[in-house]
C-alpha cells in the first residue's frame, strides 16, 4: 500500500512538471509558428534595424528599431535609477544596519515586489507625470523619464533582495580578513565584501534587467506611446511590450500586422532568454568556484 | 634583558554582563614566540583579539585596563584602529583568503593604504610571499585564484598577507588546528624564522606545539592569566598546580 503511494506521488509530479514543460513548449512554437511568416516579406534586417513602424497603413512598414531603441532606452533608464537604488539598499542592510533595522528594512523593500504592476503605472500616470511635467515645463509627463523612474523603483526590490543575499553570504571570516588588515568599515565593504559577492549582485542586475524590459503594464501607461526613436530623456517612447498589448486588439487574426507583433514578441522572448541564459551561467560559475 | 613589545596592564574585558578576562597583565617580548595554551573557552582568543582590537566588532564589549604596543596605548580614545591593524597582524584559525588572485591577496593592505606605488607593492609582495616561504610555490601563476591554493598553502598566503604591511606584532589564532601534520610542521619552523624580524604572539591547542616554537609560554584558566613564563619554566617547574594538571592532560 505504502509502495503503490510512493509511486503514484512521484507518477504525480513527474505529470505537473511535464505539463509545465508542454505548456511552455506550446507557447514557444505558437509564438514562432504565427511570427515567423513576417519575414518571408518583410525582411529581418529592416524589420530590426530601419525606424518606420506603420503597421495599420495602406502600405505598412514593419521597421521596429524605434520600439526596440524604446524599449532598451526605458531599460536602461530604470537600471540607472534602480541599480544604486537596489545596490544602495542591500549594502545598508547587509552591513550597515543593525539587527533590528535589519528585520524590519529587509521585508519592507521585499514589499514593493507585491505591488502589482498596474499600481505602480496608476501612480506614475496620477502623481509622477503631472509632477515631472510641471517641474520640467514639459507638455506631457508621460515620457522616458516618468516610465524609467516607476520601472527603476519596480526593479529595486529584485536588486536589493538578492544583493543583500548575496552580500550576506560572505563569509565572516573575509570581513575579519580585510579589517584585521587594516581596511576601514567602507574598504571592507568595497574592496572585500562587494568583490566577493559580485557574482550575485551581477545576477540580481540581469534579473531586474529582464524584469524592466519585459514589464508591459507601466510603459503602457506611463511612457507616452509614440512609436519613435526617443530624442531625449523627455520625449515619448513605445516599447515592445506596450506596442504589443496596446495593437493586438487591432489585429485581424493572421494578417501581417498580427504575424508583425508575434515577430516583436520572438524578439522580446530572445532577449529575456538570453539575460536569463547569462543570469543562470554566472551562477553556475559560482557554485563551482 | 629582552625588550617588550606589548604589555597588558589590568585588563578586564566583559562582553555583556559577562566577565570574560580578568586583571590581565601580560608581556609579549621583542622577537620572541609566546604561546597562548589553556583549555577551550578559557579567554586565549578573546586576549588575542584585545591586541588588534577585533573585539570591538563584537556588540557590548567593554574593556577596562591598558594595552601598550610601546609607548602607544592602543585603546585611547583618538586611536587610528586601522593603523593598530597594521602594525600587529593577524592569522585567523581557518585559511581566509579573498577569492582574488595570490598577488592581489598579498597587495590587499599595501592597496588599502594608498600610499604605495604599483613597483614598491610588487616588490613587497614577493618579499612578503619569500618570508612566508610560499614564493617558489606560486610565483609562476600570481594572478591565478588564491582558492585554488591547497589549506597550507593559503595559510602561509594569509602570513604573507598580513607580513605585507611589515608588522611589529604578529597575533596567530589556533593557525594550524585546520592543517595537516606536514603543512603544520612547515608553519611551525616558519614561526622559527619570523621571529627574527617579527614579535609572535601565538594561540594553541597543541601543548606539544607550544613546547616546540615557544619561546615564553602563557597558561590561561577561566578568564586569568595563570602563570606566565619561559616556556622551558612553565613546562619543566609549573608554578601552578592548574598549569601542571593542564600540561600532564589531567583536564583539557
Known amino acids: 500500500m505504502r509502495s503503490y503511494k510512493e509511486k503514484s506521488f512521484q507518477a504525480i509530479t513527474y505529470i505537473t512538471a511535464l505539463t509545465t514543460i508542454v505548456l511552455l513548449m506550446g507557447i514557444i512554437y505558437s509564438l514562432f509558428r504565427e511570427g515567423i511568416p513576417l519575414f518571408g516579406k518583410v525582411d529581418v534586417r529592416s524589420f530590426l534595424f530601419t525606424n518606420s513602424w506603420y503597421p495599420t497603413h495602406a502600405e505598412p512598414e514593419f521597421g521596429a528599431w524605434a520600439l526596440i531603441s524604446g524599449s532598451l532606452i526605458v531599460t536602461v533608464g530604470a537600471l540607472v535609477i534602480g541599480i544604486p537604488l537596489g545596490l544602495g539598499s542591500a549594502i545598508f542592510i547587509s552591513e550597515i544596519a543593525s539587527g533590528r533595522m535589519k528585520e524590519i528594512a529587509k521585508p519592507v523593500i521585499e514589499l514593493l515586489a507585491g505591488i502589482p504592476s498596474v499600481v505602480y503605472g496608476l501612480f506614475g500616470m496620477a502623481f509622477l507625470a503631472p509632477l515631472i511635467r510641471q517641474w520640467f515645463h514639459l507638455d506631457t509627463g508621460l515620457n522616458v523619464f516618468s516610465a524609467s523612474v516607476i520601472l527603476g523603483v519596480m526593479i529595486v526590490p529584485i536588486i536589493a533582495s538578492m544583493s543583500e543575499d548575496a552580500l550576506s553570504n560572505v563569509p565572516k571570516s573575509i570581513r575579519e580578513a580585510s579589517l584585521a588588515l587594516g581596511s576601514t568599515k567602507i574598504e571592507c565593504i568595497f574592496k572585500a565584501v562587494i568583490p566577493a559577492a559580485r557574482s550575485g549582485i551581477i545576477g540580481s542586475i540581469l534579473l531586474g534587467f529582464g524584469r524592466a524590459i519585459g514589464e508591459t503594464m507601466v510603459v503602457l501607461m506611463v511612457s507616452g506611446g509614440s512609436a519613435q526613436i526617443p530624442r531625449n530623456i523627455f520625449a515619448s517612447a513605445r516599447p515592445l511590450t506596450s506596442t504589443i498589448a496596446a495593437e493586438m486588439g487591432e489585429t485581424v487574426m493572421g494578417d501581417l500586422h498580427y504575424q508583425s507583433l508575434f515577430a516583436l514578441a520572438i524578439l522580446l522572448f530572445a532577449i529575456t532568454f538570453i539575460t536569463n541564459l547569462i543570469t543562470e551561467l554566472v551562477f553556475l560559475k559560482r557554485s563551482f568556484r | ?252
Open chain 2, 1 to 252: 634583558m629582552v625588550n617588550s613589545r606589548i604589555n597588558t596592564e589590568n585588563l578586564n574585558l566583559w562582553f555583556g554582563k559577562n566577565h570574560v578576562l580578568h586583571d590581565v597583565n601580560l608581556s609579549i617580548y621583542d622577537k620572541k614566540v609566546t604561546a597562548m595554551i589553556g583549555p577551550s573557552g578559557c579567554g586565549k582568543s578573546t586576549l588575542l583579539r584585545c591586541f588588534n582590537r577585533m573585539n570591538d566588532l563584537i556588540p557590548e564589549t567593554r574593556i577596562e585596563g591598558r594595552i601598550m604596543l610601546g609607548e602607544k596605548d592602543i585603546y585611547a580614545p583618538k586611536t587610528d584602529i586601522t593603523k593598530i591593524r597594521a602594525k600587529v597582524g593577524m592569522v585567523f584559525q581557518k585559511p581566509n583568503p579573498f577569492p582574488k588572485s595570490i598577488f592581489n591577496n598579498v597587495a590587499f593592505g599595501l592597496a588599502i593604504q594608498g600610499k604605495y606605488s604599483k613597483c614598491d607593492i610588487h616588490s613587497r609582495v614577493e618579499e612578503s610571499l619569500k618570508a612566508a616561504w610560499l614564493w617558489d610555490e606560486v610565483k609562476d601563476r600570481l594572478h591565478s585564484s588564491a582558492m585554488a591554493l591547497s589549506g597550507g598553502q593559503q595559510q602561509r598566503l594569509c602570513i604573507a598577507r598580513a607580513l605585507a604591511n611589515s608588522p611589529e606584532v604578529l597575533l596567530l589564532d589556533e593557525p594550524t588546528s585546520a592543517l595537516d601534520p606536514q603543512s603544520t610542521a612547515k608553519i611551525e619552523e616558519l614561526c622559527l624564522e619570523l621571529k627574527k624580524s617579527v614579535s609572535i604572539l601565538i594561540v594553541t591547542h597543541n601543548i606539544a606545539q607550544a613546547g616546540r616554537i615557544s619561546d615564553y609560554t602563557a597558561f590561561m584558566y577561566l578568564g586569568q592569566l595563570v602563570e606566565f613564563g619561559k616556556t622551558e619554566a612553565v613546562f619543566t617547574v609549573p608554578g601552578d598546580k592548574r598549569t601542571e594538571a593542564y600540561l600532564t592532560g589531567v583536564f583539557g
